[in-house]
Structure formats: structure tokens, C-alpha cells
């Protein structure tokens, strides 16, 4: 680690050097403070310039050392010293300038920015808020508005939109450090713009009370995104002095918080879930062209997936009609995004031209990896696999979305079993982030570790399942619906169900999520395996009434509930239906408060988690809470069944 100070002419130029992301750990506190002290001290220095060496700016506060004491110059002092720096100081960011990062940032009395670096306050992501000014200066250049929209969500701002909004001055057009010691020398002598001397600017009250409403709404339960956007206001309402105070003492109430406790967590997690034993150091195979079987709903979706990530794509369907709807399909996701503002025009076009549509596999021979999202039955694998095996190259990985079959089973079927890898994406694949990355038993590390890293060049997070019915997320979803199940049997009804989980701090409950996804899928399973079933096993009846009904979800316009108007409405029908069961069964209905529903269900999950970690099938209980969060609405403010029950 190191903070060095160097000289070009008359602008002092300070580069942070701590690897991996430059945190701004207690040594590159002091250090700042250091070199700070000697440009100011140096009568040759009229500018600094403050940069950081390796892939990014400063990626936000140390977050190993959260929950030590603190040590000083904690860093609103190093800040506080940029800002009250009597030379001009300009931050030239790269990478991703997030939560301290940021902050240090807009201490600076100027900001250049490359191209393509980011900037955010990513803080409520780990249930805090930001502890280092961020929600008193970002206010003084962006206006409330913004700055509560930023410091709540958390995401990340380009700097083409920082700069739009005031956070960032200029866009670097050459060297970035070069452009920055330009606009250096620029402000010698110049009036020094300092952050914290800027007004708030006016804002409408009522719109930012419209604002906060809403940011209480998202966050379903987690306090922190509230706290940051009350922060932002009281910039308006305080002094800077008071306003740091304020915010500080914001800061480390939260710091100690169960919430921040459980988000940091997952932080942690997500990098665990990266380390794989016995594929340390090895190299993932070269992939860029993708080949996807299959353009339905979950084909289209992850062509879409490998497209937004720069992968070349082939897609390919059994024949022209089922290409074209394929085509309409992705087409349409894409029409949606721009619609809704989450890509421009010119980037659908850019990124439909990665895609190549045929109607024969043939099209794929060229492809490094190819991944199959056909409809979910042995023989239709097993016929497409064999004719992939004679089409692509042999170290053309193989993989398959399946969702319930026996990847290992579908190895059997492939010239070279070694190279068929599981990669169970979530619907919509080209939104949720979860893969589940599936080890069959002959495997080749490298492949797996292919498998990984291509789920992080899509943006996901990679889990590692090894194989059993459902893998992780689906064999414990399956376990808790079935107690949800015996509870509509016992006396619960589905409106109490899901909304004990939905006030837990799930999007929706498992009813809701059924009546959307479709009765009939389940319903298909439960008849294939029914001579296996297990007789003296207790088997919840309702569903397979309600689908014997032809009461399939929102598709057939009732399921669970009604949607007569297109809203979701309790249905008097499924309730009688319901007693009905219960009468039946002989048994006696009674209520279930709230609190009873969701130990019931955190005790299923907590019991089958237990086994798949017995098993050997999940690695790490923190990857068991990854999957519920990113694939099944877990509130991650509460860090994961797992974490709640204590176990790693
Ligand atoms: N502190 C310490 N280590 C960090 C770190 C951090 N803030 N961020 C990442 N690392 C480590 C990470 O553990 C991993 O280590 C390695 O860097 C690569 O990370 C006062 C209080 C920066 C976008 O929330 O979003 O500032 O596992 O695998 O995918 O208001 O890391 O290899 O040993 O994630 O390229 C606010 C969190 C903190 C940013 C890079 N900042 N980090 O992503 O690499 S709170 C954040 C990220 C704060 C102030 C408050 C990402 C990244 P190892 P990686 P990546």
C-alpha cells in the first residue's frame, strides 16, 4: 500500500496504490494526510491533482474494518482536509469512485472523470448510510432530488450522468491524469469551488415528500434507504458542521444495526461464493460465442443475458416458425427495456446485431459454449445432446438450463461427459441475478470454472450446486411450499401465507409467485412422479384440486386467487375449496398468526438447508442464503435463513 506524492511543474499529483480496489483503509487515511500536508507545504505546488493507481478510484471505506474501533484521521478528516485545502485539488476518477470513494471525491474543488468510470453511494446496500458527507455535499451539486434518489438506491451513476447532473465536472478525452493536471492548472489562482460552502439548492417539498413515501415503499422493511434520503434533506435544513455531525452519528447507529450486520453478510457471501475448492488458479476455457437451444421464454431471456454482456450469440429453434417467435420474443424484451428507460435506442440495435438466428443446430459448430433451454424432458435432451456432440467442437462446452432433470444423466448422453456443466438461470434470465452452476459428477475443474466466470461476465452471481432433485434453491422452495401447503390444510388460507412472508419482506408470497409462474408446471411434475411417491409421506391435495379445476393462475384467469379484474383477488371458491380438503381429511381448522407462518416456513428451510449442506450439494450455508435472496425474494436485510439460524 501506498499514498505518494510526486511533482510536474507546479501541480502536485498524490496516487493511492492499495490493491485490490484502493479502500480507504487506515493507512491510506494517514498517508492522504501526509501528502496533503507536504503539497500544501510545497511553495512549488499550486495544484493537486489525486488519482489512484490499478483498476479504480477509491471503491468506498475499508470494509474490514467495520466493526473495529475506529482510528484516526477517520475519513470526514481527511475529506474535511481535501476541501479545506487552500490549493485547488481535482479527483481524476476511474473505476467505480463508490460510498468513501465518492465522498473523497466530491471533497475535491473539481472532478474529471474517464469514460467509462462510475460513481455511487452504495452504503444502504450494507445497511448504512453514508458516514462521510456523502449526503450533505452531493445535495450542494446535484440538487435534493437527485441526491436522495442516488444515496437510497445505491446504484451506480456514469460519469456521462454525474456529469449532467453536476457530480463530475469534465469526461477525461485523453490520458486521464494528463487531462486532470490540464484542468489543475486551470484552476491556479481561480476562486476554489469547495462542496461544503455550496447552498442546497431549493427543492419542492411535497415532491420530496412523494419521494421519501416512495423509498419507504421499495425498501420493504430495510430502514436504511429512508435514513440516507432524510439525510440528503437535512443537508437543506443544516448547517455543513451540523449536517457531518448529524450524519455521522446516522452512521454508526446503523453501523451497529442487525440489519447492517445481516447485509454485510452478504456482501461477504458473494465473494465466498466465488471460491470453489479444487479449482483454485485454474484457468476458465476462452468463451465469446455462445450457442442457446431453445428461444421460449427462458431460451430468450438468456440469449438477451449473454447479448447485454457482449457474448456473440447463435440461437436456435426446431424450425422457422418457432425461430420467428423466438425472435419476436427477444425482440420484445428488448423493446421493453428501452421503453422503460433501462437501455437507448442505439443499444438494442447494437446488441440484436450480437444475435444470429437459425433454424439448424448446424449454426452452431463454431460456438465455445452452448447451453440448451428446451422443454424440460429427458429424451428431447438426450436426442439434442448426441447431435450437439457430433456438431461443435470437443472443447465446445456443453451446458443445460434444466430445472429438474438429472444433469448426470444428460452427461451420459455427450461425447465427453466432462464438458456438460448445469447452468440453472432464473426467470427472467435476463434480469435475476442468480445462476445456479451445477457440478456433475465428471466434471472438468476447468469447466466449472468456466462456468463461473461466465456467470460473472453476465453480471450474476455464480453458485455452485452439486446434483439433486431441484438443486438448491428449487429442493427448498419445494420443502417450504409443502409446509405452506399443510397450513392451508391445517387452517391457514393463502392471503395469510403470503402475506405473513410478503411482511416479512418478501415481493410477493409463494401463492401469488404460483398464480404468476403457472399451476400446471408443478401440477406435470407431481403427475410424473406420483408412482415414486413416497405413500406414507403427508401429500398436500389443494394443488392438484385447484388444477383439476382448470384454475392454473393469472394465464387462466384464477388460480390461488382471482384476476377477474386483473388485480389479485381472494376467491370465496378456493376457500370453500379449502374447508373442503380439511373436512375431507378429518381435520380441524384453526388460525395461524403471522409470526407462527413464518417460524413454520424458516424452520422448513432451515431443515432442508441442513441437508443439502450434509449432502455435500451446497458448499457453504452463505450460498444457500445467496440463492434464496437472488432467486427467490429472501429479504437480503435479513442476510439469509441460514444467517438466522446461525449457521455458515
Ligand atoms: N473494502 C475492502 N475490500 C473490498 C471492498 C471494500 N470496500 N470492496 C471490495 N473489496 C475486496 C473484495 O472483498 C475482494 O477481495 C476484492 O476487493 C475484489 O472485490 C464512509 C462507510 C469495488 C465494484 O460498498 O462493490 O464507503 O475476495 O470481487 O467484482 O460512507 O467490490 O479478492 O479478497 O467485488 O471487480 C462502500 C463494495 C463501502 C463497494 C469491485 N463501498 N465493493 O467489484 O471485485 S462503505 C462499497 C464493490 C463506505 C463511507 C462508507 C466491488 C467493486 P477478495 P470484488 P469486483
Not at 193 to 218: C, H, M, N, S, Y
Not at 256 to 276: I, Y
Not at 578 to 587: L, P, Q
Request: hydrophobic letters at 45%; proline letters at 4%.
Amino acid at each position: 500500500m501506498s499514498v505518494t506524492l510526486t511533482r510536474d511543474g507546479n501541480i502536485g499529483v498524490i496516487v493511492i496504490d492499495n490493491a485490490p480496489v484502493n479502500a480507504a483503509s487506515h493507512a491510506v487515511r494517514a498517508g492522504l494526510m501526509t501528502a496533503l500536508a507536504e503539497a500544501a507545504a510545497d511553495p512549488a505546488l499550486q495544484a493537486i491533482v489525486l488519482a489512484c493507481a490499478g483498476r479504480t478510484f477509491v471503491a468506498g471505506a475499508d470494509v474490514k474494518e467495520f466493526g473495529q474501533p475506529p482510528r484516526q484521521p477517520l475519513l470526514p478528516e481527511v475529506i474535511d482536509a481535501v476541501e479545506a485545502s487552500q490549493k485547488p485539488v481535482v479527483a481524476a476518477v476511474h473505476g467505480t469512485a463508490l460510498g468513501g470513494g465518492f465522498e473523497l471525491a466530491l471533497g475535491a474543488h473539481a472532478r474529471i472523470a474517464a469514460p467509462d468510470a462510475q460513481f455511487g453511494l452504495p452504503e444502504v446496500k450494507l445497511g448504512i448510510i453514508p458516514g462521510a458527507g456523502g449526503t450533505q455535499r452531493l445535495p450542494r451539486l446535484v440538487g435534493v432530488a437527485a441526491a436522495m434518489e442516488i444515496a437510497a438506491s445505491g446504484r451506480r451513476v456514469s460519469a456521462a450522468e454525474a456529469v449532467e447532473l453536476g457530480a463530475a465536472d469534465r469526461i477525461a478525452t485523453g490520458d486521464l491524469v494528463e487531462d486532470a493536471k490540464a484542468f489543475a492548472r486551470e484552476l491556479i489562482g481561480a476562486e476554489l469551488r469547495r462542496t461544503g460552502d455550496l447552498a442546497v439548492p431549493e427543492f419542492d417539498p411535497a415532491e420530496a415528500d412523494r419521494q421519501f413515501a416512495a423509498i419507504g415503499r421499495k425498501a420493504r422493511g430495510q430502514l436504511s434507504p429512508a435514513r440516507a434520503a432524510h439525510m440528503v434533506r437535512r443537508a437543506f435544513e443544516l448547517p455543513l458542521a451540523a449536517g457531518l455531525a448529524e450524519e455521522r452519528a446516522v452512521f454508526v447507529e446503523l453501523l451497529g444495526s442487525e440489519q447492517s450486520l445481516a447485509l454485510r453478510h452478504v456482501f461477504a457471501a458473494e465473494r465466498k461464493a466465488a471460491k470453489v475448492p479444487g479449482i483454485e488458479g485454474v484457468e476458465p476455457r476462452n468463451i465469446e460465442a455462445a450457442g442457446v437451444v431453445g428461444a421460449g421464454l427462458m431460451g430468450a431471456g438468456i440469449a438477451v443475458s449473454f447479448a447485454d454482456a457482449g457474448f456473440s450469440v447463435t440461437v436456435v429453434e426446431r424450425d422457422k416458425a418457432a425461430l420467428d417467435a423466438g425472435r419476436a420474443r427477444i425482440e420484445d424484451i428488448y423493446r421493453r427495456m428501452v421503453k422503460s428507460g433501462r437501455i437507448a435506442e442505439a443499444a438494442m440495435g447494437e446488441r440484436l446485431s450480437r444475435i444470429r438466428f437459425a433454424d439448424r443446430r448446424e449454426a452452431m459448430a463454431s460456438c465455445d459454449l452452448v447451453i440448451e433451454a428446451v422443454f424440460d424432458d429427458l429424451a428431447v435432451k438426450r436426442e439434442l445432446f448426441q447431435s450437439l456432440s457430433a456438431i461443435v467442437r470437443p472443447d465446445t462446452i456443453l451446458a443445460t438450463n434444466t430445472s429438474y432433470l438429472d444433469p448426470d444423466a444428460i452427461a451420459s448422453m455427450v461425447r465427453g461427459p466432462e464438458r456438460l456443466i448445469g447452468l440453472h438461470f432464473f426467470s427472467p434470465a435476463n434480469v435475476m441475478r442468480l445462476v445456479e452452476v451445477v457440478r456433475t459428477a465428471k466434471l472438468a475443474p476447468d469447466v466449472l470454472a468456466t462456468g463461473l466466470a461466465v456467470a460473472r461476465r453476465l453480471g450474476k452471481l455464480g453458485v455452485v450446486s452439486g446434483v439433486c432433485e431441484g438443486f438448491i434453491g428449487n429442493r427448498i422452495f419445494t420443502a417450504y411450499r409443502r409446509q405452506c401447503d399443510f397450513m392451508l390444510e391445517d387452517g391457514a388460507l393463502p392471503q395469510d401465507i403470503d402475506a405473513a412472508l410478503e411482511g416479512y419482506g418478501f415481493p410477493m408470497g409463494p401463492y401469488a409467485v404460483n398464480d404468476l409462474a403457472g399451476l400446471d408446471i408443478s401440477w406435470a411434475r407431481r403427475k410424473r412422479n406420483a408412482a415414486t411417491r413416497d405413500p406414507s409421506e403427508r401429500y398436500g391435495v389443494i394443488a392438484d384440486r385447484l388444477c383439476e379445476a382448470g384454475r392454473f393462475g393469472r394465464k387462466t384467469g384464477k388460480g390461488y386467487y382471482t384476476y377477474a379484474s386483473g388485480e389479485k383477488a381472494v376467491d370465496p371458491e378456493v376457500t370453500a375449496l379449502i374447508e373442503a380438503v380439511s373436512r375431507e381429511a378429518g381435520i380441524e381448522r384453526r388460525s395461524f398468526t403471522s409470526s407462527e407462518i413464518i417460524k413454520r416456513v424458516m424452520a422448513a428451510i432451515v431443515e432442508e438447508g441442513r441437508k443439502i449442506l450434509a449432502e455435500g450439494i451446497a458448499l457453504r450455508g452463505s450460498d444457500i442464503d445467496l440463492v434464496l435472496i437472488n432467486g427467490y425474494g429472501y429479504p437480503a436485510w435479513r442476510g439469509g435463513p441460514m444467517f438466522q439460524a446461525g449457521v455458515e
